[in-house]
C-alpha cells in the first residue's frame, strides 16, 4: 500500500547528541513536511521541501536540519543546539504541484531526551 | 505571519449531542481551509477541506464545516457525536498567493464523547 513511513517509532537521545529520524514515502509526492507536535500547541512547522534538493525553513527551524536527496526521501536530524527536542514528530507529504493537495501525515517518531 | 485559533482546547459532550469546534485563521488573502482528525493511536487524516465554491462543505463521517470569509472562520460541526468522535480535531489553514507553500495548525480540540 502507499504511504509514508517514519522510523523509527519511539527514541531516546542522551543530551547533547544528534539524531535523524527517516520518512519515506512511495506516493510519488513532490513535497515534504516536518511538523512538530506538542500538548496543546498543535503541529508546528520545522522544515518543507517543495522540489528534491530544495527545502525551506519552517516556523521553528533552530537545531534542526534536512536534506532531501531523493524525491520519495526526507531525514530530520535533531541536533544538540535544539534546546527542548523532547516532542512527537510528524513527516508528511502532498502532490506539491497547485498547493490544493491535502497532507498524507506519517504515523510519527516520538523522541525522548533523556 | 499567519495563524490559526481554535477557540476549544478540550470539549466534553454526551452521545447525541450536537458539536460545534471553532477556528478563525489571520490571514487576509486567499486560503484553502481544513480540519484534520487524529483518533487516539492512529496518524492524522483528513475530515473535510475547503478549496472554492460553496462555502459549507461536507467531510467523512457526518462532519460539515462552514467558512464564513467576513470572519475569516471555518467552523466545524456535526449533529449528533458517537462515542468514536472521541479524538484531537486540528484546522489548518493554506494561503494561497504567499511563497509559503505548507499549512499552519492550530494548536487542537481535543473532544471526549462520554457514553
Known amino acids: 500500500d502507499g504511504g509514508i513511513t517514519q522510523s523509527p517509532k519511539y527514541l531516546f537521545r542522551k543530551e547533547g547528541q544528534n539524531v535523524t529520524l527517516s520518512c519515506e514515502q512511495n506516493?510519488?509526492?513532490?513535497?515534504m513536511y516536518w511538523y512538530r507536535q506538542d500538548p496543546g500547541q498543535g503541529l508546528r512547522l520545522i522544515y518543507y521541501?517543495?522540489?528534491?534538493?530544495?527545502?525551506q525553513k519552517g516556523d521553528i527551524a533552530e537545531g534542526y536540519s534536512v536534506s532531501r536527496e531523493k524525491k520519495e526521501s526526507f531525514p530530520l536530524t535533531v541536533t544538540s543546539a535544539q534546546k527542548n527536542p523532547t516532542a512527537f514528530y510528524l513527516c508528511?507529504?502532498?502532490?506539491?504541484?497547485?498547493?490544493?493537495?491535502?497532507?498524507?501525515f506519517g504515523e510519527g517518531s516520538r523522541l525522548t531526551v533523556l | 505571519a499567519q495563524s490559526v485559533s481554535q477557540h476549544n482546547h478540550h470539549v466534553i459532550l454526551s452521545e447525541a449531542a450536537s458539536l460545534e469546534l471553532g477556528c478563525n485563521y489571520s490571514?487576509?488573502?486567499?486560503?484553502?481551509l481544513f480540519w484534520y482528525v487524529q483518533y487516539p493511536g492512529q496518524h492524522l487524516q483528513l475530515l473535510l477541506k475547503?478549496?472554492?465554491?460553496?462555502?459549507l462543505v461536507k467531510g467523512i463521517k457526518g462532519f460539515e464545516a462552514e467558512f464564513i470569509k467576513s470572519k475569516f472562520s471555518f467552523n466545524l460541526r456535526k449533529p449528533s457525536v458517537q462515542w468514536s468522535d472521541t479524538a484531537e480535531y486540528f484546522c489548518?489553514?493554506?494561503?494561497?498567493?504567499?511563497?509559503?507553500?505548507?499549512?499552519?495548525f492550530g494548536s487542537g480540540t481535543r473532544l471526549q464523547v462520554q457514553p
Open positions: 506516493l510519488n509526492h513532490d513535497a
Open positions: 475547503y478549496f472554492s465554491g460553496d462555502p
Open positions: 489548518a489553514v493554506n494561503p494561497m498567493d504567499t511563497g509559503r507553500r505548507a499549512l499552519t
Open positions: 508528511a507529504s502532498r502532490t506539491g504541484t497547485r498547493d490544493t493537495g491535502e497532507l498524507f
Open positions: 490571514y487576509g488573502g486567499t486560503v484553502n
Open positions: 521541501s517543495q522540489i528534491v534538493n530544495d527545502f
